[in-house]
């Protein structure tokens, strides 16, 4: 062989290694898929999408423990890192909308509903223009106590007592002539109003007669006598008052009949009283 073709050769042999060098440190190597072939079978293939645009993805320098569960995830500079996900745990899943709470519609996935929100204020609204909302509290048995607002004709703003704690709730609005009555416990009791059933009236007295027939109107139907008072005035304008014992209890009818002061006959009585309906 001559000198000169073994000089090419090695020469040839020189620039391999030197090239092959280079490629191991630079890798400089361009193409549209890269194939990486199973031991035995199959092919995993990468590639870049039709139209990218430049970036690196740099690789977590170990892998993770063999007991580990973990999942790639990169910051945004395009280093990847693994992010272990703690035993029994799973990946969460699911859509929303901005300003509707989460919650969970299976083991693993969540959802949103526009019947419950959060206004991110510190307001929270249950239920919608379409469904009505209710909250319903547990007393720790089978048991719930519901809270739902009656149709309304526009906003309503609610404002519950101070740090007494106690706040007056009924299982119904009472009854017509119904007031609230606070109690020294700070709770309240639905209680008929006087107002309601108090009526006034006047009645002339017989010439010479001590005693006289009230007629009453406006009744519903009979009604247990809860107060009476009357008086008359003199011609002087003295008051003289009327004695009601004799109808102090039983039952108030369309006509009371009551004892008046002697050598009043011929003058008025007026009268105020109130009943239990």
Known sequence: MKLSTLLKGAVFAASFVALASEASAQLPVRTRQLQLFGTTSGTLTQQA?????????????????????AMLITSGNGTLEWFDIPAGERIITGDGTNGQVAYFDGSNSITSSPNFSYSGGGGAT??????AGTLALSDGSANTGTFQTAALAAD???????????????????TEGQILIANNDGTATWTTSDVATFRTGSATIAAGASTATISVTGLPGTATLKSFTANIVDADGTILYVTAATIATGTLTADVATTIPVGTGGRTVYYMFTYNP
């Open 49 to 69: 999408a039709a139209t990218t645009t430049n970036y690196t993805i740099t690789w977590p320098a170990a892998a993770t423990a063999a007991s580990d569960s």
């Open 156 to 174: 309503r703003t609610y404002t519950f007592p101070d740090a007494s704690g106690n706040v007056p709730v009924s299982t119904n609005l009472g």
């Open 126 to 131: 249950l239920g919608s223009s379409s469904t």
